[in-house]
């Protein structure tokens, strides 16, 4: 009885087994834990991308208003200068802007080879500074649209090669005389370097 009762306490270790066991029960607050901090940065990284893509269509939005604003005040925003005491009517990149006399408010006499001499210029335009008259628009023979100046279709010379330079002022070509275009829309004085007809075709009278 004595060796029994002394093996008794032996067979009670299950007991500290189960203390064993605490430690592993014990690490489930861990795990909890490590979930819940994985939970936490998914919803940070959730609202972050939620925060990217509500901004991301107003950048988009803005972005090409601003280029179109630009491209519109840079690329096509008639221009004035003064060339030989008169200010003319000029393009973007400032070359001389011209009308031919036999035109008509609502068409273009110049087609054909005459185009590839006097390139009209195409619409859409704007009005930049110190031009005042009034902008229109006509449509060409080939369908393609042309810009007009009080009434006037517009043209620039391919023998102009640099801004400020206005060689087919007063030139008579194509059944006509050209002119510069005045910013007051008047007809500019021929150059005394111009064309060989300078006398002929009656300008701006139409």
Sequence with gaps: MTGQNA???????????RGRRQPASGRQPGRMGWLAAVAVVAAALAVAACASSSSSPEGTTSSPSSTSAAAASSGSALKTATING?????????????????DTPTTSRCNGQCATFWPP?????????GVTGTLGTITRSDGTTQAT???HPLYT??????????????????????HEVAAS???APSSSSGGTGSTGGGGYGY
Excluded: E
């Excluded at 093996?7 to 087994?17: I, V």
């Excluded at 008169?86 to 036999?102: C, I, K, M, Q, W």
């Design 86 to 102: 008169v200010t003319v009517l000029t393009n973007a990149t400032g070359f001389t802007l011209y009308s031919f006399a036999p």
């Design 121 to 129: 210029v195409k619409d859409p335009v704007t009005a930049g500074p």
């Design 149 to 151: 100046y009080n009434g």
């Design 7 to 17: 093996s008794s306490p032996g067979r009670t270790r299950p007991a500290p087994r």
């Design 185 to 187: 829309g008047a007809a």
């Design 157 to 178: 010379y391919i023998a102009d090669t640099a801004p400020g330079q206005a060689k087919g002022n007063g030139i008579n070509a194509s059944g006509g005389i050209w």
